[in-house]
């Protein structure tokens, strides 16, 4: 039976219908969870540029890493809309880490869709436990967004692969015990020359570099990573040779719909937050609410939020369904993560100096934000996807 969720903030009118009443059960376990065993600890992650393995065993334990995972492999057997509320509630908290999403909603799909038996029985219960952490090595240094110009080479000999190339801006990079590897197996054919392999870290040759210095996302490890004669064997690939970019393309719509989900709750806790500390801040003898700029400012804010979650809701409902396409999907990263931009930057200029401070929430959330605009392929790449169905 679905349900009205409670309202993420003053900004939202319209009842949210898309969620039933074990989501709202779910959300409120993930809730409390992040506030005992996430937020508390978010300075000591950013200064080490890392979480611990203990907050995953946990979150494991809890349920958390495999919410939407079938029960065969260790999970809940939930549907999207169980991983959306963890995007909102992560969003909600400012936890930029640890990279849940990228964990379980990005790489437990695709070995869920295209991995073997054998693959599923040996990863996904460890995913899902928490005992195994996941990456995915598609960026490299001279492609960025452009993943037809992978160099990473993965050449066959017998029954294995020998895997030379590098990767940066990886995500659970030090920390990871697995990697989705893109990689080059007929170079000839362009983008239909690409596979996808699942490499265990402590493989001979794979090499770990530095854990990169970021503006923001400071809790959340981002590695360079070196293959030097690596043998993978060939029993690790993920689907068929030179099948790897059909399966990327299907599954990057859910690739940027959950930056949109993050990117939407992300604005109205923004909202939120600053709407109260206008009210409380005083300014020549009265509230900085009191002034008919700041209140015009957060009206303008409400709105385009409001309109944001009307069209997120209808998407993530449309992707549990199965029925949400690239083009709607580039749409929504777009339309969200620019509004959350606006929305952030005003809320950090209502803050004043205090908006600037990393102590307050509004800053590490204006810091964090900014790369949403490039993860999952940058909003230029989305424009492109757009028009060219126009």
């Known amino acids: 039976m679905n349900g009205s969720s409670t309202r993420s903030g003053p900004a939202l009118r319209i009842p949210r219908t898309i969620f039933s009443e074990e989501h709202h059960a779910y959300r409120d376990m993930v809730r409390k969870f992040i506030a005992a065993e996430v937020t508390p600890f978010m300075a000591q992650w950013e200064e080490a540029g890392q979480t611990p393995r203990e907050i995953w065993l946990k979150a494991g334990a809890a349920g958390i890493l495999g919410a939407s995972l079938s029960e065969a492999y260790g999970g809940s057997g939930g549907d999207f809309l169980f991983d959306a509320v963890l995007l909102e509630e992560l969003g909600r908290a400012g936890a930029a880490a640890p990279a849940w999403d990228l ?95 699942l ?92 002034f008919q700029n700041t209140r015009f400012k957060l009206a303008d804010m409400a709105t385009e939020t409001q309109i944001g979650r009307v069209f997120m809701d209808r998407c993530i409902e449309m992707h549990a369904r199965g029925e949400l396409d690239m083009h709607t999907a580039a749409m929504a990263k777009v ?38 605009r490039i993860y999952a392929g940058t909003n230029e790449i989305m424009r492109e996807i757009i028009g060219r169905q126009l």
């Open 335 to 372: 339309w969200t993560t620019e509004l959350q931009d606006r929305v952030l930057d005003a809320c950090v200029q209502l803050h004043g100096g205090n908006g600037y401070m990393w102590e307050y929430p509004i800053a590490r959330a204006w810091a964090d934000a900014r790369v949403h």
């Open 103 to 197: 964990h379980s909603h990005i790489v437990m799909p695709y070995i869920g869709r295209y991995g073997t038996e054998a693959q599923k029985q040996h990863w996904l219960p460890k995913m899902a436990s928490g005992e195994a952490i996941a990456s995915i090595g598609m960026t490299e240094p001279n492609s960025g967004s452009d993943v037809q110009g992978v160099r990473t080479s993965a050449v066959r000999d017998g029954d294995h692969y020998v895997v030379n190339g590098s990767k940066t801006f990886i995500t659970n990079g030090i920390i990871g015990d697995l990697i989705m590897l893109v990689v080059k197996t007929a170079p000839e054919l362009g983008a239909r020359g690409i596979s996808l392999l």
């Open 199 to 290: 490499v265990d870290t402590s493989t001979p040759g794979y090499r770990k570099g530095r854990n990169l210095k970021k503006v923001g996302n400071k809790a959340q490890d981002t590695a360079e990573l070196f293959f030097d004669d690596m043998r993978v064997p060939v029993s690790a690939r993920l689907g068929e040779e030179n099948a790897g970019w059909q399966m990327l393309m299907s599954e990057l719509v859910q690739e940027r719909l959950i930056v949109a989900v993050r990117a939407m709750a992300i604005c109205e806790q923004a909202l939120e937050s600053t709407t109260d500390y206008t009210k409380s801040r005083k300014a020549f003898g009265r509230s900085v609410f009191e």
